[in-house]
């Protein structure tokens, strides 16, 4: 992201393509989140889609709010590690970043992403996680961080 174009793959570079596409307009800043509330929804009824009852936890900001505008409105998460924070969702009923990509593209953007296109985001999303000490956060244990 600052320009250094050897540092991904062609996948990776790819990926990042299609987030810049289909992603950035609510995961943008320098976490690639965190600076906006949104709609879960905004294309497609996620809550109907994901099925079940609807909770206290899917109103969203209005449970702060009291505001109509803000039901189903949740702060737009930051993809630092972003393949680390699983389950995914205010309500953790996604359990891949693959099907996080695939949901996300379909009810914030209405479109239906090809297994291609999602396999090289989430290539990018990956690059996001980061070091310790000199090592991936993914491979480090609990005793990494005593």
Do not use: W
């Amino acid at each position: 992201m600052r320009g250094s174009e050897e540092i991904l793959t062609a996948n990776e570079t790819q990926g990042y393509e299609l987030f810049k596409e289909h992603c950035a307009s609510c995961h943008f800043g320098p976490a690639l989140g965190g600076l906006s509330f949104e709609k879960m929804g905004r294309a497609q009824n996620y809550f109907e889609q994901r099925g079940g009852a609807l909770t206290e936890a899917d109103n969203g900001r209005f449970n702060v709010t009291k505001l109509e505008k803000d039901r189903h409105q949740f702060k737009v998460p930051t993809l630092r590690n972003v393949e680390l924070t699983y389950p995914y969702f205010h309500d953790g009923s996604v359990a891949t970043l693959e099907d996080a990509v695939k949901i996300m593209a379909r009810v914030q953007r209405d479109k239906n992403l090809s297994k291609d296109e999602i396999d090289k985001i989430v290539a990018f999303l990956k690059t996001l996680t980061g070091e310790y000490q000199g090592k991936s956060v993914s491979l480090l244990q609990e005793k990494d961080f005593q």
